[in-house]
Structure formats: C-alpha cells, structure tokens
C-alpha cells in the first residue's frame, strides 16, 4: 500500500505560480512512474504531467512550457512548479503512482493505482 498526500494547492492571480507537492509513504519501493492529473467541474480527470524513476518527463500540450514536474525519490516526494497560470488551470490536483509488486506465491507482476485525496488549485481572472 502507498499513501499519497498533496499540499500546495490555493488561489492565485492568473499570471501567478504555484509549487504542489506530493509526498508518498507505505511501501514507496514498489514506485515507478509518479504523476499529476487534475479534473475540473463537469470534465473528465486529465494528465498533467508524469515522470519515470529515470527522469523521463511527458506533459499536457495544454501545460507546456508553464509546468514542471520533479521527484526527489530520497525524499518520495513528487512536486509540480507552474508558472503563468492561467483560469483555465483551475481543477483539483491529484497526485498519482504507479507500483509493480509480485503477487505473494507466484511469479506473477501486478499493476496497482494510487491516488492522492486532490487539493484545489484556483486561478481568477
């Protein structure tokens, strides 16, 4: 099991930044990519943005260039800096992982989601 807590999230101007975090603990071992995804009202939940234990970094088109995301895997902590935000990035954050763990007793790999409880992120106009 991982736990998966977010902090961070406010209002803010549009134009302002803000820097989520993400802090993982349980078995945080079985980690592999670790990620952000944000749902506002009546839409679907979206990536934001993920990064692999080696680094490797994918982002929304809709995000480029005013986001970045970071992992401190000593500290299983992922974070989130955004700049230039703008209404439109307005939605609660979530933070994700996903783990690998061998099922007990067999050789098999099972794929398990975690998921932060969110924190709200406002940006006004």
């Known amino acids: 099991q991982v736990q998966l807590v977010e902090s961070g999230g406010g209002l803010v101007q549009a134009g302002g930044s803000l820097r989520l975090s993400c802090a993982a603990s349980g078995d945080t071992t079985c980690i592999s990519a670790m990620g952000w995804y944000r749902q506002a009202p009546g839409k679907e939940r979206e990536l934001v943005a993920d990064i692999s234990t080696g680094g490797s970094r994918k982002y929304a088109d809709s995000v480029k260039g005013r986001i970045t995301i970071s992992r401190d895997n000593a500290k299983n902590t992922l974070y989130l800096q955004m700049i230039s935000l703008k209404p439109e990035d307005t939605a609660v954050y979530y933070c994700?992982?996903?783990?690998?763990?061998?099922?007990?007793?067999?050789?098999?790999?099972?794929?398990?989601?975690?998921w932060g409880q969110g924190t709200q992120v406002t940006v006004s106009s």
């Open positions: 994700h992982a996903l783990c690998y763990s061998v099922v007990a007793g067999t050789s098999s790999i099972a794929e398990y989601n975690y």
